[in-house]
């Protein structure tokens, strides 16, 4: 918390701004909203980072979603705020916001950011550099599944 209050303070005083202490109703209702379950809308990108990456990463998201519509930005500390969870929401679908997030993921992950469970075509990028990690999945899950029945050459989210 404290290397988290820090980063922020200096930030804001990059920035010129002069940090308040919320007031109790704020914090009951952070309070509230994070106890209830949050699901992002389909176009959106989350993954892990330092937080001293937090800039560049974003910015790489924002240059790439700028033309397609709001962006909302949520940045959730990890481990007392040396890593960070970023997750980008864009609230409309339309816009060729899909395919504009399709092709920033690899150039994300090849920066540095940290995808937990990757799928797809960023799964198939992601193990393309890591054969040998590619091969470890495979062999479990033939272990799991030696008749191959379940999704045969997919990776797919679990």
Excluded: C
């Excluded at 509230?32 to 998201?61: D, K, Q």
Aim: aromatic share 8%; net charge neutral; proline share 7%.
């Amino acid at each position: 918390m404290a290397y988290h209050e820090k980063r922020l303070g200096e930030k804001a005083g990059e920035l010129k701004l002069k940090p308040k202490a919320a007031g109790v109703k704020a914090a009951e209702a952070f309070s509230e909203a994070l106890g209830r379950p949050w699901y992002a809308p389909p176009l959106s990108i989350g993954f892990y980072t330092n937080f001293s990456r937090v800039e560049e990463l974003s910015g790489m998201v924002e240059t790439a979603l700028k033309s397609k519509g709001g962006l909302a930005q949520m940045i959730v500390p990890v481990k007392h705020g040396a890593s960070v969870y970023l997750q980008f929401d864009l609230p409309g679908s339309g816009n060729g916001a899909g395919a504009a997030i399709e092709k920033l993921l690899p150039e994300l992950a090849d920066a540095g950011a940290f995808f937990s469970n990757p799928t797809g075509s960023l799964a198939a990028h992601i193990f393309s550099k890591q054969p040998l990690y590619l091969r470890l999945l495979k062999d479990i899950k033939l272990l799991i599944d030696p008749e191959n029945v379940l999704n045969p050459g997919q990776v797919v989210e679990v």
